[in-house]
Structures are given as C-alpha cells and as structure tokens.
C-alpha cells in the first residue's frame, strides 16, 4: 500500500502544483519585478531600481492610509473577538433557541461586500440626515462606520468558531473547578479562555487578515472620501493603480509592500498565540 502510495503520489500532487504555480508564484513573482519598473502593461516594462518605493514613502495618502488601516485593524479585532466570545459563552449555556440564534448571527456573513457597504452607507446617512451630515462629512464618521459594518458582518463567523472550541471543553475540567471553589470569573479565565487558545488563535488571524485587506465594503461605504482620508490601504493601492495615470509601478511597489506589513503581522500573531496554546 505504501509503495503504491508513493508511486502515484506524483500523479495526483502535479494538478495542484501547477494550479498552485500558475495562480499564485508566477503572478508573485512577476508583481515583485514589476513593483521596480515604470510600466502601463506588463509588455513594456522598463527596469527603475527603487523609484517607485521612493515615491511610496513620500506619499502622504499612503503614510495616512498605512495609519488608519493600523488603527482600524486594532480596534475591528478587539471590538469583533470580544463580542463574538461573549456570545458564544451565552450560547452555549443551554438557552431555549440556540439554533436559531446561531443561524440569525451568522447570516451576515453570507452576505457580500459591496452589497453590505451600499446597504450600510443608507442606514447610516438616513440617520446623520437628521443632524444634515453624511457619512462623507468626516473621516471619522467612515471609520466607526466601517467598524459597525465589519462587526456586524464577522461577529457570527467568528462566533461559530468560538462555539466549537468551548463545546471542546471536556465537562468534568469544569466540574473539578467548581468543586475546588473557583469563582465563574475564575473558570473563565483559568479553563476556558487556555482551553479555546486554538480557537482565539484562528479568530485573531481572520479577523487580523480580513481588517487589513478590507477593500469591497470601504469602495462602497465611503469610496475614500472625503478627499481620500477614509481610504485603507488596499483601497489606497487600488486607487493609485487605477486611477492615476503612469503610477502603475507605484502602485504595484504599495502592493508588494501591503503584502509584507500583512504576512510579518500575521506570523507574528500566529507565533504569539500558538505559544499560549502550549502554555494552556
């Protein structure tokens, strides 16, 4: 059975090599070359050697929008984590209607960005009408904005995956707590919170990913406005890409460099919390 195993091995590995290949490395490695050039198609590309990362830098839309996705992302993970877990303690205590409180949550997320972000910026401007301002007015009203729409849509995916991890709990950890006196504050922070580690570790890094690389509902909640002051940073490469002509190089240097703050962070996070795992 082995041997047979590691003959077609091969075989089957090599579709989704290629698929891998195609789709991902070749078009990676072709955006890392091109984030050096000067170029309006991949055709005629001409090598600039640092250039386009020069102009990143002194770019004070992308240094503001590098800012307001960093403190965006702080406070959609905390705010979405928070109230996902606190959920998910109630809905596993027994309560009559759990099934369909879990379905009610989670039907957000099923719902697409864009069609979230048009939905959203009526809610939101119907009620800033009655004090004549629009979502637009500030750059503070797009960001709460976004966080409100980011919670609404998240809370119930994360929640689910909460749900999992506490229902992991083995009953008599719980049981022997109690009967050592441990106060329900204690169980919480003692057993369960170690317990669900591996559960707070996926919804850290899904959140963590999903609020950096937000783009679909921020284009049709705000479109960046005003004056391009609500844009985060996937909406602000977009914007430079496409909407500036002859700073495609640049745009594509932004995008490579949105790629590492995003995979250095995500490691990062990943590496932390799964040393509490084994702590826990």
């Keep these: 059975?082995?041997?047979?195993?590691?003959?077609?091995?091969?075989?089957?590995?090599?579709?989704?090599?290629?698929?891998?290949?195609?789709?991902?490395?070749?078009?990676?490695?072709?955006?890392?070359?091109?984030?050096?050039?000067?170029?309006?198609?991949?055709?005629?590309?001409?090598?600039?050697?640092?250039?386009?990362?020069?102009?990143?830098?002194?770019?004070?839309?992308?240094?503001?929008?590098?800012?307001?996705?960093?403190?965006?992302?702080?406070?959609?993970?905390?705010?979405?984590n928070v109230i996902a877990f606190s959920i998910a303690l109630l809905l596993t205590k027994g309560i009559r209607g759990t099934n369909v409180f879990r379905t009610v949550f989670f039907m957000p997320n099923l719902i697409g960005g864009i069609v979230l972000g048009y939905i959203w910026q009526l809610i939101f401007n119907g009620i800033l009408l009655f004090f004549d301002k629009t979502l637009t007015f500030s750059e503070t009203y797009g960001f709460f904005g976004l966080l409100i729409l980011l919670n609404w849509q998240q809370i119930g995916y994360m929640m689910i995956i909460y749900i999992a991890g506490i229902q992991n709990i083995p009953p008599q950890v719980v049981e022997a707590a109690k009967i050592d006196g441990a106060s329900k504050f204690q169980i919480l922070r003692r057993v369960t919170i170690p317990m669900v580690m591996p559960s707070i570790t996926i919804s850290i890094f899904l959140t963590l990913t999903n609020s950096f690389k937000l783009f679909d509902q921020n284009l049709a909640l705000t479109a960046g406005e005003p004056s391009g002051r609500s844009q985060l940073l996937a909406l602000n490469i977009f914007e430079t890409f496409y909407g500036r002509a002859g700073y495609e190089g640049v745009g594509q240097a932004k995008a490579v460099v949105f790629f590492v703050i995003v995979a250095v962070i995500a490691l990062l996070q990943l590496y932390l919390t799964r040393k509490r795992e084994v702590q826990a």
Excluded: E
Aim: proline share 4%.
């Design 1 to 80: 059975m082995i041997k047979t195993v590691r003959k077609y091995f091969p075989i089957f590995l090599l579709p989704t090599f290629l698929a891998f290949l195609i789709g991902f490395v070749i078009p990676f490695a072709l955006g890392l070359y091109l984030s050096f050039c000067k170029f309006t198609t991949v055709t005629d590309a001409s090598f600039t050697g640092i250039n386009n990362y020069k102009q990143i830098f002194s770019d004070a839309t992308f240094i503001h929008s590098l800012w307001y996705t960093a403190l965006f992302t702080v406070a959609a993970v905390v705010s979405i």
